[in-house]
């Protein structure tokens, strides 16, 4: 690993160091006229050791985005990481640590709660054939499960 330090946040995090499940603030961004993106990192698999499957990870990423907006207007967007060990959660003017644990917590209660899969057709989707709403939920259940532990984020 290089001692230069890169353009992309993630890149410098020692992956090796973490411990998933965690919520941690991984930046804040500020634009032109003061409003504030705090980018959240939501590490649900250990990096390195586990990953989840992309039917499940894909289905909740639908869920996510559509269930979290019943509970807040700050949601910028939810974006899965490519290494399919988390998501990002980028929040508007949302500097409130608490108050992401608690969306996030009260937005997996509602996965496991939805019998569809917003947005899961050809019209709305661009790999409608990649769902699991039961892998969704699965996932869902098991980072809820370690509810406890989503602050402790470094070994």
């Known amino acids: 690993m290089s001692d230069q330090k890169m353009n992309v946040e993630s890149f410098n ?28 990192d939501m590490r649900i698999c250990q990096p390195n050791q586990n990953h989840m499957d992309m ?16 509970h807040t ?29 608690t969306l996030i917590e009260k937005t997996l209660e509602d996965v496991l709660e939805a019998d569809e899969v917003p947005a899961c057709n050809e019209m ?14 699965e996932i869902a259940r098991g980072f809820l499960a370690k509810r406890d532990e989503w602050q402790l984020i470094f070994e």
């Open 73 to 101: 207007d700050k949601v910028v967007d939810i974006s899965p990481m490519g290494c399919q060990t988390g998501f990002y959660w980028a929040m508007i003017n949302h500097d409130d640590y608490d108050g992401i644990l």
């Open 13 to 40: 995090l020692d992956h090796t160091k973490v411990k998933a499940p965690y919520v941690r603030l991984a930046g804040v961004t500020v634009g032109l006229h003061g409003d504030e993106i705090y980018k959240y």
């Open 55 to 70: 039917p499940g990870l894909h289905s909740l990423e639908h869920l996510m985005a559509e269930m979290s907006r019943n």
């Open 124 to 137: 709305q989707c661009g790999w409608a054939a990649s769902h699991s709403l039961e892998g969704a939920k």
